[in-house]
T-cell receptor, first 108, second 117 residues
Framework: DAKTTQPPSMDCAEGRAANLPCNHSTISGNEYVYWYRQIHSQGPQYIIH???NNETNEMASLIITEDRKSSTLILPHATLRDTAVYYCIHNAGNMLTFGGGTRLMVKP | ETGVTQTPRHLVMGMTNKKSLKCEQH?????MYWYKQSAKKPLELMFVYNFKEQTENNSVPSRFSPECPNSSHLFLHLHTLQPEDSALYLC????????????????FGPGTRLLVL
């Protein structure tokens, strides 16, 4: 079973920030938080990861709460091409367990 | 383009056929994975190979037989499949294949969409 909880779906207006929440209350000290996304009929794509500190890359920002029990993925200016299922995962090592993710629909 | 390729992209087979899915990674990684994604279900990890050795078999039926001849290539041999095996089969790779901890970003191929009739 997936160890994270995400809302099943969200909508976002094109050009606005998309904030995708994730609860991972059972995360342990050495586990990273990963975010992947899957555009329809394609393989999952790595977005970003973090351990304790907030992270930012060219795709997104990741905000992790101080107690590490939840995080938020931020797409600062969502485009139509960001429509996808977004997965939040926490794991130590290479055994990824995917949950249902959040289906983000970016609308014009 | 993630550096992980899969062939074929689409496959239709009968229940008595034998076919193979191929995955190749051009990233210099040491770990490779097979996942299954059925309609409206989460991705399920099937097999893990680290340095060509199988380190995980997630209770997969024997009609699925993986093969990893080297760190760059991974095959999934299929025979006597059932219609419920129709799914998207995804291959992924990562640098070290560590199960003990640390960062293991996985890079996925585009998948093979399999239909069993």
């Amino acid at each position: 079973d997936a160890k994270t909880t995400q809302p099943p779906s969200m909508d976002c207006a094109e050009g606005r920030a998309a904030n995708l929440p994730c609860n991972h209350s059972t995360i342990s000290g050495n586990e990273y938080v990963y975010w992947y996304r899957q555009i329809h009929s394609q393989g999952p794509q790595y977005i970003i990861h973090g351990l304790k500190n907030n992270e930012t890359n060219e795709m997104a920002s990741l905000i992790i709460t101080e107690d590490r029990k939840s995080s938020t993925l931020i797409l600062p200016h969502a485009t139509l091409r960001d429509t996808a299922v977004y997965y939040c995962i926490h794991n130590a090592g290479n055994m990824l367990t995917f949950g249902g993710g959040t289906r983000l629909m970016v609308k014009p | 383009e993630t550096g992980v390729t899969q062939t074929p992209r689409h496959l239709v087979m009968g229940m008595t056929n034998k076919k193979s899915l191929k995955c190749e990674q051009h990233l210099g990684h040491n770990a490779m994975y097979w996942y299954k994604q059925s309609a409206k279900k989460p991705l399920e990890l099937m097999f893990v190979y680290n340095f060509k050795e199988q380190t995980e078999n997630n209770s997969v039926p024997s009609r699925f037989s993986p093969e990893c001849p080297n760190s760059s290539h991974l095959f999934l041999h299929l025979h006597t499949l059932q219609p419920e095996d129709s799914a998207l089969y995804l291959c992924a790779s990562s640098q070290e294949g560590s199960i003990a901890g640390g960062l293991e970003t996985q890079y996925f191929g585009p998948g093979t969409r399999l239909l069993v009739l």
